[in-house]
């Protein structure tokens, strides 16, 4: 079987369908891409599952697949909330248990660039609750030139997310040692009013319900990262002058899954700000019904840009890291930053 052959297209027809166009809209009002991301993540993971799970099935009926990972959702234009939105998927790369998911989202399958470009990371699982294991599954075939490409594209971006995170745990260097060193002396000015990291920290909490059911007893994790951004998005609202705007989603994990019951603690950092952008990180923390199991269950890293009424970005204050745990995300995101600008043409 060839990547060809797992290819699933959807539409969300905008166009035609206004209350299909209401709920994806951030504002009733008329304002450039004015079109809720969180929202079109929720899609995004379930076709993401659906061409995983159709795949997996196809070697175990009894097979069930869950995301693993988002990696680097890069917002190319601004959405149209009144045109389509086509949605192209398909499996790019298999390994022993997992696939990689790609996604391009359109509003005109004839451009050179797509809206965005999506990846995901789903595992094959077998059994429930304790019980499960994770499921071998059989590779594809890449016969044409293309579907070679973005094999070895998979493999490339799985290789370069764990040598980013060997980075990201390097100590500081000279340069970035005389940055964080300027940050901490520009707080000790008596006339200082910055914007402090440790002011800029937000939390929610929101109960799992039965009709936020995916697989058996656990939460459709689609739902939780549609919260998780929109909290972001929020939060970001609280230091720019104008809009914040979606620019991309750098990374989101799935560490445990999330169960009937739980209760979720949404803990919403603001980071970092470039010239004019925001990092903020969420992590999502999980308590059982009977307050015996307490974990990590997600973390995730947005980049919003704040841009005016014609969408031209503008400045953001800098943000001004004290405690070393602080010093550290900031260091962080601040190298995140840097890599996306080297890649840049």
Known sequence: MRPLDTSIERTLPFSTDASLRRRFMIIDK????????????EELDKLAEDIALDYVHQFEPRGRVVTAAVDDIALHVPGDINKDVYLRARINYVGRTSMEVGIRVDQDKKAKHSLAACYFTMVARLGKGEDAQSLPIPPLE???????ERYQAAIERRKAYREQIDA???????????????????????????????????NSMERMYPDQENVPKKIFGGYVIRRAFELALMHAEEIVSHRPVFVRVNR?????????????????????????????????????????TKALSNTCVFTFVNVDD????????????????????????????????????
């Open 30 to 41: 008329d304002i450039p891409g004015n079109m809720r991301w969180g929202r079109l993540l």
């Open 142 to 148: 890449y016969q044409s030139d293309i579907e070679k």
């Open 168 to 202: 990201l745990e390097e100590p500081p260097s000279k340069e970035e040692f005389h940055h964080l060193r300027e940050l901490h002396k520009a707080q000790e000015q008596e006339n200082f009013k910055g914007l402090l990291a440790g002011d800029l920290i937000r």
């Open 252 to 292: 989101i994990n799935f560490l445990q899954p999330i169960r009937i019951g739980d209760k979720l603690d949404f803990t919403s950092r603001i980071v970092y700000t470039g010239d004019t952008s925001v990092s903020i990180e969420i992590n999502i923390e999980r308590t059982s019904l009977d307050k015996i």
């Open 310 to 345: 014609e969408m031209q970005p503008q400045p953001v204050p800098r943000v001004y890291p004290t405690t070393y745990a602080e010093d550290e995300r900031y260091l962080k995101a601040r190298r995140r930053r840097q890599d996306h600008l080297e890649l840049k043409p």
